[in-house]
């Protein structure tokens, strides 16, 4: 779509792989911001193995933006081995991993990666919010310290996330992007585990609060037992606040069964639903971020 917008998405997990696949129907460029602090399954084993930053993520959103119709590889990124001596492990992950290894740098693995899977480097780019490994704790409501992304997941009644150590990096161009972004898509996805696991990044952070472009907040389609358990739309956007990421506009799907609460900004109501699942669905998602994303006025 050339003269389309310049988009950049941060998250993590399978709902920013929607906001990806949305985002290629609409934009002229897309980022992927994705948090790498994931320490579960596949991830979670080689994350203990090697001491690298999590790939999971990784691996599915550069699997949303291949160009799978043309490229084999693309489509077994998802690939995930049985009975073996790799068994649970994704392809996607251990080639993450392996070029890792011998390229000593995590970005240019991920790079090396689009480029296989025949990602077009001048409209698409998936990026770690940081390429240092990272952990996330929080505190809750009641004062309990609970540490690790899968545990976090499970416990309701956060009160604080952080990043451990808290002071890492962000890549080289990330926050350019923010800053020439025309919309920046904020999920959807869990608030704390993946959304907050790649803003709270400090230089990602910081650019959230100083660019331009228009923060959009997709919101789920339903609370997450544990991380999120009891929230209303307005909740989650208050988490957010709470760590000092702000949106201007909340998109939230029609049908939702959260209470929509008092959001104090705009809302923009859309059909989002895919067929027969409570997932955003990635053709009408393109649709409704399509139709808020604001004129460009100037080169950004």
């Known amino acids: 779509m050339s003269g389309g917008p310049h988009v950049v998405a941060i998250g993590g997990g399978r709902g920013l792989t929607a906001t990806l696949r949305a985002a290629r129907r609409y934009a002229d460029s897309v980022m ?18 090697l001491a690298i930053p999590a790939p999971g ?3 599915r959103c550069l699997a949303a933006l291949a160009d799978v119709d043309d490229r084999p590889l693309g489509r077994a990124m998802e690939h995930r081995f049985a009975g073996t001596d790799v068994a649970g492990h994704t392809l996607g992950n251990l ?18 990666v689009a480029r296989l899977i025949g990602m077009d480097p001048a409209r698409s780019r998936v990026v770690p919010a940081t390429a240092e490994p990272v952990h996330l704790t929080c505190t809750t409501t009641d004062g309990r310290e609970v540490n690790g992304q899968y545990a976090i997941s499970k416990t309701p009644g956060i009160d604080r996330l ?16 923010i800053h020439r972004a025309d ?23 910081v650019a959230l609060a100083t660019t331009t472009a228009q923060r959009v907040y997709v919101c789920n389609m339903e609370p997450e037992p544990g991380e999120t358990e009891g929230y209303d739309v307005a909740a989650h956007v208050a988490a957010l606040s709470r760590h000092g990421v702000e949106a201007d506009i909340v998109l939230v799907p029609d049908g939702t069964s959260l209470a929509l609460g008092d959001v104090r900004l705009p809302v923009v109501r859309a059909d989002l639903t895919g ?4 997932t955003h669905d990635s053709w009408k998602l393109a649709v409704a971020l399509a139709a808020i994303v604001p004129a460009r006025t100037d080169e950004r």
């Open 57 to 59: 993520d990784l691996r």
């Open 95 to 112: 080639l993450l991993a392996a070029l890792f290894e011998v390229t000593g740098d995590f970005v240019e693995a991920t790079d090396e």
């Open 275 to 278: 067929t027969g699942q409570a």
């Open 183 to 205: 919309q920046v898509v904020l999920g959807p996805g869990s608030v704390y585990t993946s959304i907050l696991a790649a803003a709270l990044v400090p230089e990602v952070r």
């Open 162 to 177: 952080a990043l451990d150590p808290p002071q890492v990096k962000t890549p080289n161009g990330v926050v350019d992007a």
């Open 32 to 49: 992927g911001v994705v948090a790498t602090a994931d320490d579960s399954g596949s991830t979670g084993r080689l994350r203990t193995a």
